[in-house]
């Protein structure tokens, strides 16, 4: 899989990032599936790693208006144990990979001055007022916050409205 990409499609959501730069689809690079998620049992994934100048960005993607939240875990645990694991599998790759790319973009990304962790959720237009948007992005962002203060004191959750000035990607789906 190459690790120079444009663009990232995640189910009905297309990522563009800067032309060279560093991003992949994590939870289907080689090392990951081949070689680590099967480690302890199983692991997670988050679902696009990227590299810019000083920071490795983190971005778990969940669109639920196609599907909704169904999983028995909590949304912020989940995105933790992804995090975490996804930081395991990133030190197992720098050292294990097969794949040279693999390899180099784990180092990259281990060698970054800041961990940005981000969920990008898209959510349904609920009909209810008192819980319009079904998933209370706030509630998931304050969670997530107490979760994984170790890795990113200030973990982000966006929408393909709401993308931060310093996220230097776009969204469309």
């Given at each position: 899989m190459?690790?120079?990409?444009?663009?990232?499609?995640?189910?009905?959501?297309t990522?563009?990032?800067?032309?060279?730069?560093?991003?992949?689809?994590?939870?289907?690079?080689?090392?990951?599936?081949?070689?680590?998620?099967?480690?302890?049992?199983?692991?997670?994934a988050?679902?696009?790693?990227?590299?810019?100048?000083?920071?490795?960005?983190?971005?778990?993607?969940?669109?639920?208006?196609?599907?909704s939240?169904?999983?028995?875990?909590?949304?912020?645990?989940?995105v933790?144990?992804?995090?975490?694991?996804?930081?395991?599998?990133?030190?197992?790759?720098?050292?294990?990979?097969?794949?040279?790319?693999?390899?180099?973009?784990?180092?990259?990304?281990?060698?970054?001055?800041?961990?940005?962790?981000?969920?990008?959720?898209?959510?349904?237009v609920?009909?209810?007022?008192?819980?319009?948007?079904g998933?209370d992005?706030?509630?998931?962002?304050?969670?997530?916050?107490?979760l994984?203060?170790?890795?990113?004191?200030?973990?982000?959750?966006?929408?393909?409205n709401?993308?931060?000035?310093?996220?230097?990607?776009?969204?469309?789906?």
């Amino acid at each position: 899989m190459p690790v120079i990409e444009e663009v990232i499609r995640e189910g009905q959501l297309t990522f563009t990032f800067p032309l060279g730069s560093q991003s992949s689809k994590y939870d289907t690079c080689s090392h990951y599936r081949n070689q680590f998620n099967s480690a302890f049992g199983g692991t997670k994934a988050i679902d696009v790693v990227y590299a810019t100048a000083d920071t490795a960005w983190f971005i778990e993607i969940k669109d639920y208006r196609v599907h909704s939240h169904t999983k028995l875990i909590d949304l912020a645990d989940e995105v933790a144990l992804k995090v975490r694991d996804t930081l395991a599998g990133l030190v197992s790759a720098r050292v294990h990979a097969n794949d040279p790319d693999e390899k180099q973009l784990a180092d990259t990304l281990l060698r970054k001055a800041r961990l940005k962790v981000v969920l990008h959720l898209e959510t349904p237009v609920c009909q209810s007022r008192t819980n319009p948007r079904g998933i209370d992005p706030a509630n998931v962002a304050q969670k997530l916050k107490q979760l994984i203060r170790a890795v990113d004191p200030h973990p982000t959750v966006v929408d393909q409205n709401s993308i931060k000035p310093g996220m230097n990607w776009a969204v469309q789906g």
